[in-house]
């Protein structure tokens, strides 16, 4: 039962990680408090509501909540430009498929995800496929998602609902699988339904039904073969944002890992420091594209917007319950010995070894990578540079421990 919880929660924060990605011009506008418009979470949601009223069993619903909270894992970066051009809706459906393959039951998770913009009249279909080849856990995902973007973001008068209403009746078999538009008019006659899906806790709302009485544990480790797949899919779209750290996230994944084993660490621990090194620019997923990609100096409010990606990856991977050292690792990354670093500003002891390794694995890996400003230094440079920041930025004495393993 907890085990169940516990994987929905990991997928609940990936999803917002997500979300953080999908929403580029919101961010530069400065409006950081509508970060995300929790598309993932209010779709994983609004299917497991109709996978219920359908009579779907326990499995089946945790997988088709999953799918929800990452239908759009195609998509990252671009989402307005994917959903507003048909010729290339397509591709995200299809592109997201292949993202999950790997995860547990991915073959389900795969399904439902590429038929997810399918609709029983095909002129509206991104794919166009025959509804006998569309499964159930993608038809509701269809409506859960056209739903979800029909919404605002508050509580809707008994009015708006009705609007709703009348718009999934008249366009069932045309937009909508008569099966599902049936259960919609089933769920959406309660007004629980409407108020749940404005609440901040929806996942515990979601978990409350789906899982009945559970407690979560406050971190703990899942499959660590599953935990590794997700790390690195997500490596992957953190490194595909920016076309200067085409493999960021993986080099310094395995440079730290060669520091701390330079360092004598046991196999378990090398396990996780990967794991955090694949993912310490996750919040890097909310960072537009403009800016990480600009060609000159980033003004002071682009560095302030820059400088957030280490709070967001510490809050995420809290949220999805990894072992506090691990995101601690991944996230303090840019904090000081000096207390000069952030987001935490954090001083001498209150920094422990792996994130003082992950710091030094961050920025020997920078240097040696192509910037839009400058070319790779040679891994010497790099290291003689790192050298110069030891006792204030990195730790003197790790520098030269690890010196073998670098150059
Ligand atoms: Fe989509
Ligand atoms: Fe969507
Ligand atoms: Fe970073």
């Known amino acids: 039962m907890s085990e ?19 929403v580029d011009e919101e961010i530069e506008k400065g409006l950081q408090l509508t970060l995300g418009q929790r598309h993932g979470e209010r779709v994983a949601y609004i299917a497991m509501r109709l996978g219920r009223n359908l009579g779907l069993g326990k499995r089946e619903l945790v997988h088709l909540t999953v799918a929800g909270l990452l239908h759009d894992i195609g998509a990252l970066g671009c989402f307005r430009e994917y959903h507003g051009d048909p010729r290339i809706l397509e591709k995200h459906c299809l592109e997201g498929a292949l993202a999950v393959e790997h995860f547990p039951s991915g073959v389900i998770l795969a399904s439902a995800i590429k038929y997810h913009h399918e609709t029983p009249d095909t002129l509206h279909a991104a794919l166009r496929a025959p509804s006998e080849e569309v499964p159930l856990m993608a038809r509701i995902l269809s409506l859960a998602d056209k739903i979800d973007l029909k919404m605002l973001r508050k509580q809707h008068s008994r009015q708006e609902r009705n609007e709703i209403l009348k718009w999934v009746r008249d366009k069932s078999g045309i937009l909508f699988y008569p099966e599902v538009a049936i259960a919609f008019e089933q769920v959406a006659h309660k007004e629980a339904f409407w108020l749940d899906i404005e609440q901040a806790d929806l996942l515990q709302i979601a978990l409350g039904l789906l ?92 560095i302030d ?20 050292r691990m995101s601690e690792w991944a996230a303090h990354h840019h904090e000081r010995l000096d207390g000069l670093g952030y987001p935490f500003a954090l001083k001498g002891n209150e920094i422990d070894e792996g994130s003082r390794l992950m710091t030094i694995a961050d920025i020997f890996v920078a240097l040696t990578e192509d910037r839009p400003y400058r070319v790779a230094m040679t891994p010497g440079e790099a290291f ?19 010196k073998r393993a670098l150059v």
Not at 218 to 247: C, E, P, V, Y
Not at 305 to 324: C, D, K, N, S, V
Request: net charge neutral.
């Open 305 to 324: 917007i820059i400088r957030t990606h280490t709070y967001y990856t510490h809050r995420l991977l809290t949220e999805a319950g990894f072992p506090t």
């Open 384 to 402: 003689a540079l790192i050298q110069r920041g030891a006792g204030t930025m990195v730790d003197e004495r790790l520098v030269e421990r690890v």
């Open 211 to 302: 899982c009945g009485k559970w407690h979560l544990p406050a971190t703990r480790d899942l499959d660590s073969g599953f935990t590794l797949n997700l790390a690195a899919t997500f490596a992957d779209l953190i490194d595909q944002k920016s076309q200067f750290t085409a493999r960021h996230s993986w080099s310094v994944a395995e440079t730290v890992e060669s520091l701390a084993r330079e360092l004598g660490w046991q196999e378990d621990r090398l396990r996780e420091i990967y794991v955090a090194g694949l993912l310490h620019d996750l919040g890097k997923l909310s960072i537009p594209k403009k800016i990480l990609d600009k060609p000159g100096a980033l003004n002071s409010d682009e």
């Open 4 to 22: 169940d919880a516990f994987y929905i929660r990991r997928m609940w924060s990936f999803s917002r990680a997500l979300d953080l990605g999908l």
